[in-house]
């Protein structure tokens, strides 16, 4: 279980990050949060594994109180959370097995880090991994030759790899086309569902989080101004997260893209 008890992150330079947030997220939930850019949804994210340290409130995780823990603590404490980023932080030039192995670094001793040096079992729960994103078949290619949909799979792999029982991602999906949005998007779901791991994502596309999170957080200037079930989202509700602007959406974006591509399009015949 994670809770936020009157939580507030004010950064150096004064700017408030979170105001005042009161969330309880029990063990097995899909969260999505959504809001503008800038609206605190990466510090949200960010607080709970201690990327970001808090400035006021308590922050407790499955019963720890994560700003007491430091060292060995703190680092056994990261162990047990996941975390992928929109730029997947794979090793480009190395396979994706060496990668999903990489999980295992924090706990081997150097010399068998330098070289590469793995247990049988090590291997297996790797592959196993591999299995459960649907990419085991890429195993021994490497990294740069994989698309960024297959690159955002094994990132997931490696981080099931670790055996997690939370995993935050900030904007997995947002440098995916489309389909393949929609695709890693379903690995959460299958992973939030089978293995009962907590999933706690930021992403731009209310579609996407409606279709996929049972549970929406809405933030705005650093404040939960919705929080419910995703079947509950109204207009009227993403109105006051996006504060009337339009609501990105899958669909809003490729028709903006299309109106810059044709605007582009349109210049250049001009200068022609
Ligand atoms: N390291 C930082 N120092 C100062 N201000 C920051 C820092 N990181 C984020 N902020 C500010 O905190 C607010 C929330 O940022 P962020 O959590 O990144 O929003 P989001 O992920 O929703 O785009 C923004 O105003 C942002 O400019
Ligand atoms: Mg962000």
């Known amino acids: 279980m994670i809770e936020f008890k009157d939580v507030s992150k004010t950064y150096p330079n004064g700017t408030k990050g979170l105001q005042h947030v009161n969330l309880t997220i029990d063990q097995g939930e899909f969260v999505a949060i959504i809001g503008l850019s ?157 293995m009962n791991i907590t999933i706690l994502l930021n992403i731009h596309h209310v579609d996407l989080a409606l279709k996929y999170a049972t549970r929406v957080i809405g933030v705005r200037a650093g404040e939960i101004v919705y929080d419910g079930p995703s079947s509950q989202v109204t207009q009227d509700v993403l109105n006051q997260v996006y504060n009337g602007q339009t609501v990105p959406t899958t669909e809003n974006d490729t028709k903006t893209r299309k109106a810059d591509d044709a605007e582009r399009a349109g210049k250049k015949e001009k200068r022609a």
């Open 38 to 194: 800038g609206a605190g949804k990466s510090t949200l994210i960010r607080t709970i594994n201690r990327m970001i340290d808090i400035t006021e409130g308590h922050l407790i995780v499955d019963g720890t109180d994560v700003m007491t823990l430091k060292g060995k603590e703190l680092r056994r404490f990261r162990r047990k959370i996941g975390m992928i980023f929109q730029s997947f932080n794979l090793i480009s030039r190395s396979s994706v097995i060496n990668n999903v192995l990489t999980s295992n670094v924090p706990d081997m001793p150097w010399y068998k880090v330098l070289f590469g040096i793995y247990s049988k079992e090590q291997k297996m729960k790797a592959l196993e991994a591999l299995d459960k994103v649907n990419i085991l078949e890429k195993a021994y290619n490497r990294c740069d030759e994989l698309s960024g949909g297959q690159m955002q799979r094994v990132a997931l792999a490696r981080t099931l790899d670790q055996s997690p029982s939370i995993i935050l991602a900030d904007e997995p999906v947002a440098s995916l086309d489309p389909i393949m949005a929609d695709v890693v998007m379903s690995d959460f779901r299958r992973i939030n569902e089978d």
